[in-house]
């Protein structure tokens, strides 16, 4: 009954961890991201984004983080793409309109990468 139980927990977790992984793949490829960080954005989110970014090869780090009550206060975060091209931002108040964006399309001369205020032109 036990192993049971225990490999339906753990069925489960696959499932809603590949589910997870869909979802991230569509916004999070080497040469495209689209991300949105609000104030709903969760602990969780930052931590699955980092890890979907790195396994393509893009670093994302992130800190100065508060949250009061569950809802994102500010945030300081650095996007380094394999090339070495990095985008860096820092927002100190965030509020239940604030959309933060970080933004990948393209390559070459007409590759588009933006992070944070450099997003809303």
């Known amino acids: 009954m036990k192993k ?4 339906l927990g753990m069925t489960l977790f696959a499932i ?3 589910f997870t992984g869909l979802g991230q793949s569509e916004n ?5 991201l689209n991300i ?5 954005t969760s602990r969780t989110e930052l931590a699955q984004w980092q890890k979907a970014m790195s396994a ?3 670093g994302f780090r992130y800190d100065l983080v508060n949250w009061v009550e569950g809802e994102l206060q ?3 975060f650095a996007v380094i793409l394999p090339d070495g091209t990095m985008r860096r931002n820092v927002v100190e108040d965030i509020d239940g309109e604030t ?4 933004r990948l399309e393209g390559s070459g ?5 933006c992070a944070g205020d450099d997003c809303n032109d």
């Open 56 to 58: 393509v090869g893009i």
């Open 36 to 40: 949105h960080v609000n104030q709903s």
């Open 74 to 76: 500010s945030i300081r």
């Open 109 to 113: 001369d007409g590759r588009v990468f």
């Open 4 to 7: 049971a139980l225990y490999t």
């Open 99 to 102: 959309d933060i964006w970080i």
């Open 16 to 18: 809603s961890t590949a």
């Open 28 to 32: 999070i490829q080497s040469d495209y």
